[in-house]
């Protein structure tokens, strides 16, 4: 796959093969579903309260559900525009390979949604930190390992869409050892405004 | 019949007597203290989590709090090394507005009370 910006600032995914659409796809609905695990996944609690959790998700679930729907809505069109590269399909389906544009003003959206998915997929299929970083494990479970797959799609396009906007991870993220230094004040991280 | 009862309403013999009405003993003075209670400051934390990428987390933080790259960049790693990081303090209603949009992104973050 290839990713390129076009003069109007816009991203094009090309040579993206079916499977990678059909991913795609997939993330919008899974931002959307009303399966308990992922539900309860994406609507998070931020109280050690069980009451107070409650009446959290009465107060901001709805806006929370709205706002995915919405933003899988945008993903949803981006991919029902996409373009179909291969003129073979018919004859090679394995060929087939497709350009979809990611609109500037749609990046957050996709992103979001992209990260909404691999939460969703990982609440779904009870994965672990372990199951992700080493997927061959899951071998005796072709849904998680699929799962396991799959967030890496999202993960690989996420890097993408945020290397556009100039936030590529570090090459040296340090290690534990950068906390004990007295550079580094945690308490600096707050703040009153 | 207890007439000042009726009147005050049950209440009257549970209303603490105003200085002016009690009956000091010449040579005693009364004190009132007023204290007032700060609320508590509420704490915004990030939590790390094995799938977002460090560098989404890093932009959620930049766009959130416009906090600069350096802190930014501090607060990322200390999530990704140490689990969680506190993220912001304050007030409880502006903490929560914060979580919320937290959550509109997916990032792992809940509320704590100040000790």
């Known amino acids: ?193 | 019949m207890d007439l000042k009862r009726l009147i005050n309403g049950p209440w009257a013999s549970v209303r603490p007597a105003l200085a002016s009405e009690e009956s000091e003993s010449p040579g005693t003075e009364t004190l009132e203290v007023t204290k007032t209670k700060v609320a508590k400051p509420w704490k915004v934390i990030v939590h790390d989590d094995p799938i977002t990428p460090m560098s989404y987390v890093s932009k959620i933080l930049q766009e959130q709090f416009g906090y600069s790259q350096s802190k930014d960049e501090r607060l990322m790693l200390q999530v990704h090394h140490t689990g969680r990081a506190v993220v912001w303090t304050g007030a409880r209603e502006t903490a929560e507005v914060h979580v919320q949009k937290l959550h509109r992104k997916h990032l792992r973050s809940t509320l704590e009370s100040g000790e």
């Not at chain 1, 590269?85 to 992209?114: F, G």
């Not at chain 1, 100039?166 to 340090?174: E, K, L, N, T, V």
Request: hydrophobic content about 40%; some cysteine.
């Open chain 1, 1 to 193: 796959m290839i990713v390129r910006r076009d003069e109007t600032g816009d991203l094009l995914l090309q040579s993206a093969p079916d499977f990678v659409l059909d991913a795609l796809q997939q993330a919008a609905d899974l931002c959307e579903s009303d399966d308990p695990a992922i539900r309860s996944s994406l609507i998070q609690d931020p109280y050690e309260d069980e009451k107070e959790n409650e009446q959290w998700r009465r107060l901001v679930g709805d806006d929370l559900l709205h706002l995915f729907e919405s933003r899988s809505e945008i993903v949803r069109t981006d991919l029902g525009a996409a373009a179909l590269e291969s003129s073979k399909a018919e004859e090679a389906l394995d060929d087939v390979t497709w350009e979809v544009r990611v609109p500037i003003q749609h990046l957050s959206a996709w992103q979001e949604t992209l990260n909404g998915a691999s939460h969703a997929l990982f609440a779904k299929y009870e994965l672990t930190g372990e199951d992700t970083e080493n997927a061959l494990a899951l071998v005796a479970s072709p849904e998680k390992l699929l799962a396991v797959q799959q967030i890496r799609i999202y993960s690989i396009l996420l890097h993408v869409l945020l290397e556009a906007e100039g936030y590529g991870d570090p090459d040296d993220i340090g290690g534990p050892e950068d906390f004990d230094s007295p550079d580094f004040d945690p308490s600096e991280s707050e703040s009153d405004e």
